[in-house]
């Protein structure tokens, strides 16, 4: 029994929102070089791939519009990052010891909002589409 229960619809909303948010910002540094950009020589489809899925699935997560289909984008997007920018030329693993703790927890964040669905103080629930499953059990 936890005592944040009664509150678990307003936290799960708050988890989605910041996730796009956060997601969104990744897009918009490869897509448009704010906060910092990225580093001179990375590859077009890393920058317009990788940086146009964050940013418009960013987008949806945070306003909850087709969250579901949006946030296993996300993550498969994610799961890619993290094989191809940190196991594969490292050889390892780990994410401690490979520095991808950020793309495998977006992972599986997405993965779990892709589940869940966009519950409350979404575009979703307020035009009556798909709601959080786990609200009606």
Request: hydrophobic share 50%.
């Amino acid at each position: 029994m936890g005592f944040l229960r009664p509150h678990a619809a307003r936290i799960y909303a708050l988890l989605r929102i910041m996730t796009g948010f956060m997601f969104l910002f990744h897009g918009m540094q490869k897509l448009f070089g704010m906060f910092g950009g990225v580093p001179p020589g990375a590859p077009a489809f890393i920058i317009y791939g990788a940086g146009g899925i964050e940013l418009v699935c960013g987008v949806l997560v945070l306003i909850g519009l087709f969250t579901g289909p949006a946030a296993f984008l996300a993550s498969g997007t994610m799961a890619v990052a993290y094989f191809m920018g940190h196991v594969f030329p490292q050889s390892h693993i780990l994410p401690i010891v490979n520095q991808g703790e950020l793309a495998a927890l977006y992972c599986f964040v997405f993965l779990y909002i892709s589940a869940h669905g966009s519950g409350i103080w979404s575009v979703d629930d307020a035009r009556g589409g798909t709601k959080s499953r786990t609200a009606s059990a």
